[in-house]
């Protein structure tokens, strides 16, 4: 379905979270540039090998396209059980996270931002380690915050131009960022989730090809969890279990 907003840039689009929305755009009708350190797989997508936070191979992709109509900010990397509680996390970990989760999405939006079309939208990830406790995460839950909060400066920022932006804040997704954690609870079921199961990608983007959409024209600013109701469940009190 060919719309207005014709070009899309997502980083981290080579797997995970990012590599869905690249996708769901794509078929959408977007010409979609995936910006990793890795190369995309997907067929009929740009794929610019390029590390975020290396500033200028961003600025060199961004002179080469536009004008954009998304910019989807997925990169991102969980370094957990390097990251942890303050006294007990690597400075080494916490300096890469900080480095890519946050420094790279700040480089990322200042190296697409004024390619972005006056009509173009801008979608974050954060996490819902920025709205609950994530215990034993320190660096990750810190950049997560940090993403929030500059996601509704950027909103109001970038308002005057008509660019909107809002933050997707998924619970626990299954990607490669979570490779593991079923097995560490042996079952899907054991996971302490109202669904009692994670997201997959494609409930993520589906939520974030909505929000860069024209169908969301009057959406920024937005902190949205897609959680299945983690973040409003009430710590203490057990799960209805699931039929
Ligand atoms: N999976 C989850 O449970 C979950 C939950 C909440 C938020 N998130 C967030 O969603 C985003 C996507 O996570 P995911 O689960 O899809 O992870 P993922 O590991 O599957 O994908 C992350 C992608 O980012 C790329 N990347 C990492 N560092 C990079 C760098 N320095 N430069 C360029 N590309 C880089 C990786 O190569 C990879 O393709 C992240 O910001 C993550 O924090 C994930």
């Known amino acids: 379905m060919p719309n207005n907003f014709s070009l899309a840039v997502v980083t981290g689009g080579a797997s995970g979270i990012g590599g869905a929305v690249a996708a769901l755009l794509r078929d959408g009708g977007w010409s979609v540039h995936v910006i990793d350190r890795r190369p995309s797989e997907l067929a009929d ?16 992709v961004a002179s080469e396209i536009g004008p954009i109509g998304a910019l ?17 996390l690597s400075l080494d970990a916490w300096h890469k996270t900080l480095a890519v989760n946050l420094t790279g999405c700040m480089l990322s939006v200042r190296a697409f931002r004024p390619k972005l079309r006056q009509d173009g939208s801008i979608v974050t990830l954060g996490s819902v380690a ?30 005057r131009d008509g660019i909107r932006v809002n933050c997707v804040c998924p ?10 954690m079923i097995e560490q609870h ?58």
């Open 45 to 60: 997508v740009h794929s610019h090998i390029c590390d975020v936070t290396d500033e200028s191979g961003l600025v060199g």
């Open 72 to 88: 989807v900010l997925a990169a991102g990397i969980n370094l957990r059980p390097q990251d942890g509680p303050a006294e007990k």
């Open 130 to 159: 920025a709205m609950r406790a994530m215990p034993w995460a320190d660096a990750y839950t810190a950049t997560k915050g940090a993403i929030v909060a500059l996601t509704r400066s950027w909103a109001v920022d970038y308002s």
């Open 171 to 180: 619970g626990p997704t299954d990607t490669a960022m979570m490779a593991g």
């Open 186 to 243: 042996h079952s899907n079921s054991q996971l302490q989730l109202p669904q009692q199961r994670m997201a997959t990608s494609l409930e993520v983007a589906e939520v974030i090809a909505f929000l860069v959409s024209p169908k969301a024209s009057y959406l920024s600013g937005a902190i949205i969890p897609v959680d299945g109701a983690a973040t409003a469940h009430s710590a203490g009190m057990p799960f209805p279990r699931r039929r």
